[in-house]
């Protein structure tokens, strides 16, 4: 069974840093693709960042310069770097797997397809 566990998540001040971690197992599928959606109160899923098995990554145009996606193999851990943080960013972050390059994100507007796999999520809470 697949299992995605999100960490890292809590609140600070607008222009500060938080690095989340997915911890994943049972995700034996090759080629993949793991990345991190997010959600906040009222919306939808919307598509923050994500990596292949080839290292390749892309990212939403939102979080582009501010935030970076890496992934530990050797571990399968899931990482997102969250700096310079807005109060936008605030969202509940779900950490995701599927079978996809990572360039199939870029513009997609249902970026959800591209996943079977969630975890529950973390909260990402930035204030003024």
């Known amino acids: 069974q697949v299992q995605l566990v999100e960490s890292g998540g809590g609140s600070v001040q607008s222009g500060g840093s938080l690095r989340l971690s997915c911890a994943a197992s049972g995700f034996t599928y090759s080629p993949y693709l793991m990345g991190w959606l997010r959600q906040a109160s009222g919306k939808g899923r919307e598509w923050v960042a994500a990596?292949?098995?080839?290292?390749?990554?892309s990212y939403a145009d939102s979080v582009k310069g501010r935030f970076t996606i890496s992934n530990d193999n050797t571990k399968n851990t899931l990482y997102l770097q969250m700096n310079g943080l807005k109060p936008e960013d605030t969202a509940m972050y779900y950490c995701?797997?599927?079978?996809?390059?990572?360039?199939?994100?870029?513009?997609?507007?249902?970026?959800?397809?591209?996943?079977?796999?969630w975890g529950q999520g973390t909260q990402v809470t930035v204030s003024s």
């Open positions: 990596i292949d098995s080839d290292g390749s990554t």
């Open positions: 995701a797997a599927g079978s996809a390059p990572a360039e199939v994100m870029v513009g997609t507007t249902n970026p959800e397809v591209y996943f079977q796999y």
